[in-house]
Nanobody, 123 residues
């Protein structure tokens, strides 16, 4: 219903910065909340930050200070700026989006996930 494509991951040195992007697309769909999650090897997936279509931002405690989420509703794109990267930030970062699609066969409400983008932090 809604497809998500992430970009912007890569390998950076500690202290560096990255800006991740996630673009949502879908015909006759409205994208509501969008968020970023991350999963490090051997750990559970955790919420990093989320942004509603109305501009409400939410951060995990571990993300406050160095992570900034933003959103361009016109482009259905959410961004995650990560500054002062630390080795413990290394993970696969995934975005998700809650959506409402208007279909002739019946409206659909759901949540989509992107495939993820790898962030590696090492010197």
């Amino acid at each position: 219903q809604v497809q998500l494509v992430e970009s912007g991951g890569g390998a950076v040195q500690p202290g560096g910065s990255l800006r991740l992007s996630c673009a949502a697309s879908g015909t006759n769909c409205r994208v509501n909340d969008m968020g970023w999650y991350r999963q490090a090897p051997g750990k559970e997936r955790e919420l990093v930050a989320s942004a509603s279509s109305g501009g409400r931002l939410n951060y995990a405690d571990s993300a406050k200070g160095r992570f900034t989420i933003s959103r361009d509703n016109a482009k259905n794109t959410v961004y995650l700026q990560i500054d002062s990267l630390k080795p413990e930030d290394a993970a696969v970062y995934q975005c998700n989006a809650d959506y409402y699609c208007f279909k002739d066969t019946g409206d659909v409400v759901g949540r989509s996930w992107g495939r993820g983008t790898q962030v590696t932090v090492s010197s």
